[in-house]
């Protein structure tokens, strides 16, 4: 098992950055696949990055491709999400999600959830 907690959330204003965290507990960190979705109010919960076991395969929603980067650090079992130039409509909650062994950009394929951190961008 793993659990998930996201930190780095906050108001921005429209251009600024954020960095969002995602540190893991559990000793298998590097079998699971790592990504991030958000939930903007009542939408559905939304991909937004995904990165492989190793960190050398990465995936994002077309919308951030350019000013988001997903990365991890195995041996801090971390999950970042840098997330620069946002915009208003990127305000959501974020979550960072964990499944074993293979990339997906489907929510239901993975089987641990944080509790999520609001991400609030200002115009």
């Known amino acids: 098992q793993v659990q998930l907690v996201e930190s780095g959330g906050g108001l921005v204003q429209a251009g600024g950055s954020l960095r969002l965290t995602c540190a893991a507990s559990g000793r298998t960190f590097g079998s699971y696949a790592m990504a991030w979705f958000r939930q903007a109010p009542e939408k559905e919960r939304e991909f937004v990055a995904t990165v492989s076991l190793s960190g050398g395969s990465t995936a994002y929603l077309e919308s951030v491709k350019g000013r988001f980067t997903i990365s991890r650090d195995n041996a801090e079992k971390t999950v970042y999400l840098q997330m620069n130039s946002l915009k208003p409509e990127d305000t959501a909650v974020y979550y960072c999600?964990?499944?074993?062994?293979?990339?997906?950009?489907?929510?239901?394929?993975?089987?641990?959830w944080g509790q999520g951190t609001q991400v609030t961008v200002s115009s």
């Open positions: 999600a964990a499944r074993t062994w293979t990339q997906s950009r489907n929510y239901y394929d993975y089987e641990y």
